[in-house]
């Protein structure tokens, strides 16, 4: 049974950098599709990025296009949202999230399997 841990978020001011790991444990996330998350508070859980297994494809929501980097280490298991530019509308909190799926609706969070439990980030102005 797997298990996804994330870390890096915390406090920063507009225009800052943050990077956020997803830490798997239980099993291997080698060949799933990873993806991050975000929901603010009273809003839905929104789509920020997504990268294939091997590495190679990447997917961004358009508002992080640009600012925010999504990359994976699968030696360690390891997911990880570079964000720069941050902007006070990237506060949420960010969740990490892996798919076993054909990845063909990536932007959806019914698509994933197995969540983290979240880590706040929030950018002030």
């Known amino acids: 049974q797997g298990q996804l841990v994330e870390s890096g978020g915390g406090l920063v001011r507009a225009g800052g950098s943050l990077r956020l790991s997803c830490a798997a444990s239980g099993r291997t996330f080698s060949k799933d599709y990873m993806g991050w998350f975000r929901q603010a508070p009273g809003k839905e859980r929104d789509f920020v990025a997504a990268?294939?297994?091997?590495?190679?494809?990447?997917y961004y929501a358009d508002s992080v296009k640009g600012r925010f980097t999504i990359s994976r280490d699968n030696a360690k298991n390891t997911v990880y949202l570079q964000m720069n530019s941050l902007k006070p509308e990237d506060t949420a909190v960010y969740f990490c999230?892996?798919?076993?799926?054909?990845?063909?609706?990536?932007?959806?969070?019914?698509?994933?399997?197995?969540w983290g439990q979240g880590t706040q980030v929030t950018v002030s102005s």
């Open positions: 999230a892996a798919s076993g799926g054909l990845g063909y609706r990536l932007d959806s969070s019914s698509e994933y399997d197995y």
């Open positions: 990268i294939s297994w091997s590495g190679d494809n990447t």
